[in-house]
């Protein structure tokens, strides 16, 4: 029988990124099924997040995402432009947000299409791996084309039914909150939350308990 979890998921957290490949390394020697959920971030989710947050925070995580992702041999770089706009000095994120809802939304229309992880994989590979401007040119289009989605339908679909995206955002942010944490990657297996990409090891020990089998 397939195991299945909730994979909540941000553009703008580097941990998701750096999660991806082993999640769709999972679904290639194991029986299991990622149930992509796209969540917005913290900074834009949870209304002055930054501006109480610790200073200290946002350093240590750019800091610990590169030498995570020099362990693993991933290459990073934080994006340019950031996904989500904001001032780093005082914490304020406006609210008109040109990069992330669209993001969120293309990730919604993935898994939609069956290919969720596929396509966080690519675009996240382009966002975070030393792309300057990746949201200009063809960066997104062929970043879609390499998880076998078109990028043209997928945002006419998005800006069409927008309410209805922005509706299963909602309903995602809601699920992740009753998983039992607020942050991503958050992998959530039969009510039980798995935060962080450090956790996938905790995560497919698990599901070996409850008959994991490989393929």
Do not use: C
Not at 133 to 160: P, Q, S
Not at 176 to 194: I, R
Request: aromatic content about 12%; charged content about 25%; cysteine-free.
């Amino acid at each position: 029988m397939t195991l299945t979890y909730d994979l909540f998921w941000s553009f703008r957290s580097p941990y998701s990124y750096l999660v991806v490949p082993r999640l769709i390394e999972f679904e290639r020697d194991y029986d299991v099924k990622a149930n992509v959920r796209p969540v917005y971030p913290i900074a834009v989710r949870i209304e002055g997040f930054f501006k109480t947050a610790n200073p200290l925070f946002g350093r240590y995580v750019v800091r610990d995402a590169a030498r995570v992702a020099q362990m693993i041999g991933m290459p990073f770089s934080w994006p340019s432009p950031d996904p989500v706009v904001m001032n780093v000095q005082t914490g304020e994120v406006p609210k008109e947000q040109p990069y992330i809802g669209r993001l969120t939304r293309l990730g919604v229309a993935a898994a939609e299409r069956g290919k969720g992880l596929p396509l966080l994989r690519e675009v996240s590979a382009v966002i975070f791996g030393g792309t300057f401007d990746w949201h200009r040119a063809d960066h997104l289009a062929k970043a879609a084309a390499r998880a076998g989605l078109d990028l043209a339908e997928l945002d006419r679909d998005a800006e069409t039914n927008k309410e209805r995206y922005e509706a299963v955002i909602a309903a995602n942010e809601a699920a992740q909150k009753q998983a039992g944490h607020w942050g991503v990657p958050l992998m959530a297996f039969e009510n039980e939350p798995f935060f962080g990409q450090d956790r996938f090891e905790a995560l497919k020990w698990r599901m070996a308990q409850k008959g994991l089998q490989k393929r």
